[in-house]
């Protein structure tokens, strides 16, 4: 039978038992996907996403109650948290201060499509800044693949299905089943794959970022294959940890580049 590409637009598109036994891929581009890759590569030991401000305090007290010395991260509305450690740039999680740390995360969309897609056999969070990483693990996949956007309050995004076309550009086989939103991000893609940057930025979310004074976290997120790394969802709890790592073949079309 052949493979399945799905492309979910949105998470509430996609009932959570829909995603079992396949791979999920779920991505947030501005921010909390970017965030999460910037996270895990400056050493932080794993990134627990949780849906509000209060489940956040909760587990960040647990886990310090058992020594360890965790930070806590996100926003609502696109501002930092009152109380919170850090907020949801990508500069913000450097080496010095994420260096062996857990960082317990919430935001508005992207831990919320975490958690919606943990029911799948294998929970992958890509960005642009992975790409080729994350294709790396699903060319390897004969199970359907789901690539869930996060969205933004509801709303499709522009930065979403862009990347979402972008997976569907490699992965796409003449064989492979194709859903109609998969063929629409893949379009999306044909015209904006040139110009990810100024994507972002002709983004309602790009927008409301510039606005916000986050304008540098859309450099930081249009940035192409930066790391190699694939952050995975473990289980039981559900955290994202460092599921693979390395050199990659550069799958980023080379007329895009």
């Known amino acids: 039978m052949p493979q399945a590409l799905y492309v979910h637009l949105l998470p509430n598109l996609v009932a959570p038992e829909q995603l079992r036994g396949g791979v999920a891929v779920v991505i947030d581009v501005l921010r909390a996907s970017t965030t999460i890759i910037h996270a895990l590569a400056a050493s932080c030991t794993a990134v627990w996403p949780v849906a509000t401000i ?49 960082l317990v995360l919430t935001t508005t969309n992207g831990t919320r499509a975490l958690l919606h897609a943990s029911q799948a056999s294998r929970v992958l969070m890509a960005g642009f800044v992975n790409f080729s990483g994350v294709c790396e693990q699903l060319l390897k996949e004969t199970r359907p693949i789901h690539l869930l956007c996060a969205g933004t309050d509801g709303e499709i995004t522009l930065e979403d299905t862009l990347l979402a076309g972008a997976f569907v550009d490699v992965l796409q086989q003449p064989d492979m089943l194709l859903c109609d939103s998969a063929r629409l991000a893949w379009d999306c893609f044909e015209h904006h794959g040139m110009i990810v940057h100024e994507a972002l930025r002709l983004s309602k979310g790009g927008r409301n970022l510039i606005e916000l004074g986050y304008e540098d976290d859309l450099a930081l997120a249009a940035q192409v294959d930066r790391f190699m790394i694939v952050p995975e969802m473990r289980h039981d709890p559900p955290r994202l940890e460092v599921g693979c790592m390395g050199l990659a073949r550069n799958h980023w079309p080379h007329a895009m580049v």
């Open 54 to 102: 209060e489940e956040a305090q909760a587990l960040a007290n647990q886990l310090s109650s058992q020594g360890q010395t965790p930070l806590l991260g996100g926003e609502r509305g696109g501002r930092p948290i009152n109380g919170f450690h850090l907020g949801n740039s990508p500069s913000d999680f450097t080496c010095d201060v994420c260096h062996q740390r857990a």
